[in-house]
């Protein structure tokens, strides 16, 4: 079975510091990864999502996330982070050819990041 | 173009009785994805259907049920509560596809007394 590790659970930073968060996950076929976003209060949000081609995929409010399949990574990165990034963060992977969607996934156990003023 | 709508947001009911909650997924999308979140566990899969049939199922007992009708929305139902059970219940939507991202709605929370 699919596992996902997220080894930070809880961040705290300093606004404009940078960020990068680690994902890792156990299974060697093809994937489909993503980052989902959790605001306090708010539905959980896609960040990004890798599906193939480029392993450097650009998500919304500038942030970022390497595959790099050698290592069975998936980390999330932001170059200067700012309050309103305050947020638990998930990432979560899929096998579509087992699935046939990307609809079952599997998710890490989040990454809470709070960002101080 | 509005979102995944998931009614009731909150729900309290005793030990032995059963829930359905339901979801209406955003307009256009075909596939509803049931997830429950909780402290320890997560997010873990329920169950996937899409045009009308579950195509996907995680590993949760037979007292979680769903179904889907020819609009899309989704019921998703719980028999025979347990304290466990207490838990965010998230409804997701999407095209289907294998490339096609999930998008989430609120969550109903229930709380099993």
């Known amino acids: 079975a699919q596992s996902v590790s997220q080894h930070n659970h809880h961040v705290i930073l300093s606004e404009a510091a940078s960020l990068e968060l680690g994902c890792n996950y156990s299974?060697?076929?093809?994937?489909?990864l993503f980052w989902y976003v959790q605001y306090p209060g708010q539905h959980l949000q896609l960040l990004l999502k890798y599906f193939s081609g480029d392993p450097l995929v650009k998500g919304i409010k500038g942030f970022e996330a390497e595959f790099i399949k050698s290592k069975f990574s998936f980390n999330l990165r932001k170059p200067s982070v700012q309050w309103s990034d305050t947020a638990e963060y998930f990432c979560a992977v899929n096998d579509p050819a087992r699935a046939g969607t990307a609809s079952k996934l599997t998710f890490g156990t989040g990454t809470r990041l709070q960002v101080t003023l | 173009k509005a979102g995944v709508t998931q009614t009731p947001r909150y729900l309290i009911k005793t030990r032995g009785q059963q829930v359905t909650l339901s979801c209406s997924p955003i307009?256009?999308?075909?596939?509803v994805s049931w997830y429950q979140q909780t402290p320890g566990q997560g997010l873990q899969f329920l169950f996937e259907?899409?045009?009308?049939?579950?195509?996907n199922k995680g590993n949760f007992p037979g007292r979680f049920s769903g179904r889907q009708f020819s609009n899309s929305r989704s019921e998703m139902n719980v028999s025979t509560l347990e304290l466990g059970d207490s838990a965010l219940y998230l409804c997701?939507?999407?095209?289907?596809?294998?490339?096609?991202?999930?998008?989430f709605g609120n969550g109903t929370r229930l709380t099993v007394t």
């Open positions: 307009s256009g999308h075909r596939s």
């Open positions: 259907y899409f045009s009308e049939t579950q195509r």
């Open positions: 299974y060697g076929g093809t994937v489909n």
């Open positions: 997701a939507s999407s095209f289907g596809t294998y490339n096609s991202p999930l998008h």
